[in-house]
């Protein structure tokens, strides 16, 4: 069972920029994919960003160009720059690995930005 430790969450204004981390606990080359969603109250978990065992990246169009998902093998971290944020971006941000069957999730983390 793969487990996953999100942090670097916060309260930033509208422009600003934040990086959050994801620590997993097992060597990250052997998942399949990792990647982050966020999700706010009454809505359903929406994807942002995936990055593969081959390093390619995927990023939702709602955040193309202004967030960008990366990896540290050597320390199993995975993260996600986020840059120019908008308040439309608060949410809870979780970390996703897939490592089939099984799919991980961590504890999520709160990214607030106001206006």
């Known amino acids: 069972q793969v487990q996953l430790v999100e942090s670097g969450g916060g309260l930033v204004q509208a422009g600003g920029s934040l990086r959050l981390s994801c620590a997993a606990s097992?060597?990250?080359?052997?998942?399949?994919?990792m990647g982050w969603y966020r999700q706010v109250p009454g809505k359903q978990r929406e994807w942002v960003a995936t990055i593969n065992s081959d390093g390619s990246t995927r990023h939702a169009d709602s955040v193309n160009g202004r967030f960008t998902i990366s990896r540290d093998n050597a320390k199993n971290m995975v993260y996600l720059q986020m840059n120019s944020l908008k308040p439309e971006d608060t949410a809870v941000y979780y970390c996703n690995a897939i490592r089939w069957p099984g799919n991980y999730w961590g504890q999520g983390t709160q990214v607030t930005v106001s206006s």
């Open positions: 097992e060597n990250i080359t052997s998942i399949n994919a």
